[in-house]
């Protein structure tokens, strides 16, 4: 009993200590002497720094910089602020993947449940599902705007191009040029959709994630060039409202990098449930629009050879995104580039011209817009003298299909060809009570553990709930707990959450309490 006791003392030591630290950390108060402009009466173009790219990144950025006492502004080329992510990315396909999911619901499953409704008599007004996709987006972007009024950045509505390491040309919206100068330049222009060699997008047939967020009907037949991320879930939408969607995706599995196999497989399964078709293994030769205005589309076996050709009434060709660098002014200046068109930069996000910094997608990394923001709030903080700490293994990824898959940490084919020992915990969601009374128990939780330590080493979700809950092992993750601490603390019941303790607890020691 003392031996338990002391343990236990010294854990709980050990945990407040690394609070303590971290609030610590957070209050330190950074020395902007070092940064700010010793000249007071500047005029309105110059500034402490100038930030390019009004996305996640860069507005996040802005206002850290200006809540730190820097005198900031954003340029911006959209005219809305929110980037990528928010005008035609991540808030307005949830949007679509929510309202689709209730429509399909009460066509499909509300019998089930006690509902008695003639669903022949539900329809779908399309144009006021994507006017609640608009509201969205425009009530997001006016709300960027006055958290830069609140909080003193200046807005300047235009494209910018580097012309120097302190000098950015401005060419308005509006009409006419502006010249900023400012101490500091933070580039964080986002990324474009990736062009497919030999088809030609022009957004109505042939569709980019963008033209798939916006179409005028429902396709009979949608072909989606790509399984990833964006692929599926814009897939996921179509089907939902009564598409014939097949996916064609060149690599064996669906779901992207990043993705357990086994969770691929499982998710693979569940959609196909759903209604959408796969060819995997396959790659597109082709993509021709007819006289009638359907669009064929090409396809080839990798492995066997065996060529097909798809009809559809729409193509949406989702292979991925690259760095927004066009008319920036990189070469002018000399910033460096790798072999993949990413700038680069050291550890304070800093590229080879000193004044000039670089953030989120046009950087090494995921393409994530959370992954953006918390660099863009670290490299204001490292420009003031803090010391710049982003764990990329530590940053979570969603696919939000019905269910949700979400995934943190360390596959086990990275394991494998790391050499790491490593434990795995299961439990399906069939076996969760809360799964169960909503009658929602497709999925699964998945723990990875090293098998010498119990630190957790990743964590993979199918599940409703799936991008909420992917957080708890994130944070996990971020603090190099066990798989015997997430075990071990008390969750609500019933819950989905229960899951995740459950799989930590068959990782730990091989066994689950409910399966």
């Not at 000249?39 to 173009?45: E, G, L, Q």
């Not at 790219?53 to 910089?65: E, F, L, M, R, S």
């Not at 992207?256 to 060819?279: P, Y």
Request: proline share 3%; with cysteine; net charge negative.
């Amino acid at each position: 009993l003392t031996v338990v006791l002391f343990y236990s003392a010294a854990t709980v030591l050990c945990v407040m200590l690394s609070l303590l630290s971290r609030t610590a950390s957070l209050r330190v108060r950074l020395p902007l002497h070092r940064f700010l402009s010793t000249t007071t009466a500047a005029s309105s173009s110059s500034y402490d720094l100038c930030v390019v790219g009004g996305g996640p990144g860069g507005y996040v950025a802005a206002i850290k910089a200006a809540q730190l006492g820097l005198k900031t502004v954003c340029v911006e080329r959209r005219g809305l602020l929110g980037g990528t992510c928010l005008n035609v990315g991540c808030i307005p396909s949830k949007s679509l993947l929510n309202n689709s999911h209730i429509y399909h619901q009460t066509t499909h499953d509300l019998s089930d449940r006690g509902i008695e409704l003639d669903a022949s008599n539900v329809g779908l007004n399309l144009e006021k599902m994507m006017g609640a996709k608009e509201k969205a987006v425009t009530q997001l972007t006016g709300g960027i705007e006055y958290l830069f009024k609140k909080n003193g950045v200046d807005y300047v509505k235009a494209h910018g191009t580097l012309s120097g390491p302190n000098t950015v040309e401005c060419a308005l919206n509006d009409g006419g040029n502006d010249t900023i100068t400012a101490n500091k330049i933070l580039l964080a222009v986002g990324s474009e959709v990736s062009p497919f060699p030999g088809v030609d997008i022009d957004e109505e047939t042939i569709v980019s994630s963008t033209g798939a967020l916006s179409l005028k009907k429902v396709p009979e037949k949608l072909v989606v060039i790509g399984g990833g991320v964006i692929g599926l879930e814009l897939g996921s939408v179509w089907s939902r409202l009564g598409a014939e969607v097949t996916v064609v995706e060149f690599l064996p599995h669906i779901g992207g990098a990043g993705i357990d196999l086994d969770v691929a497989k499982n998710f693979q399964r569940i959609l196909k449930k759903q209604g959408l078709k796969f060819k995997l293994n396959t790659k597109v030769t082709a993509v021709d629009k007819q006289e009638d205005g359907t669009v064929s589309v090409a396809v080839e076996d990798n492995k066997k050879g065996k060529t097909a050709t798809l009809d559809a009434d729409a193509v949406l060709v989702s292979v991925g995104r690259r760095p927004y660098l066009d008319s920036l002014g990189l070469d002018a200046v000399g910033v460096a580039t790798n072999d993949r068109g990413r700038i680069e930069v050291n550890d304070m996000f800093q590229t080879n011209v000193e004044s000039i910094y670089a953030i989120g997608d046009c950087i090494e990394g995921p393409m994530l817009a959370h992954k953006a923001e918390d660099e863009g709030i670290i490299t204001v903080e490292g420009m003031l003298g803090g010391k710049p700490h982003i764990d990329y293994n530590c940053v979570p990824s969603v696919v939000y299909t019905h269910p949700e898959v979400a995934w943190v940490g360390k596959t086990e084919e990275q394991l494998k060809s790391e050499g790491i020992e490593y434990t795995v915990g299961t439990f399906p969601m069939s076996a969760n009570s809360r799964a169960k009374c909503n009658e929602d128990t497709d999925g699964l939780i998945k723990v990875l553990g090293d098998k010498n330590t119990d630190k957790m080493l990743g964590c993979f979700m199918i599940n409703k709930s799936a991008g909420e809950m992917i957080n708890e092992a994130a944070l996990a993750l971020e603090y190099g707990a066990s798989c015997e601490d997430v075990a071990r603390v008390c969750h609500a019941h019933p819950t989905e959450a229960e899951a995740f303790r459950e799989a930590a607890l068959a990782a730990y020691c091989g066994k689950s309490i409910n399966f």
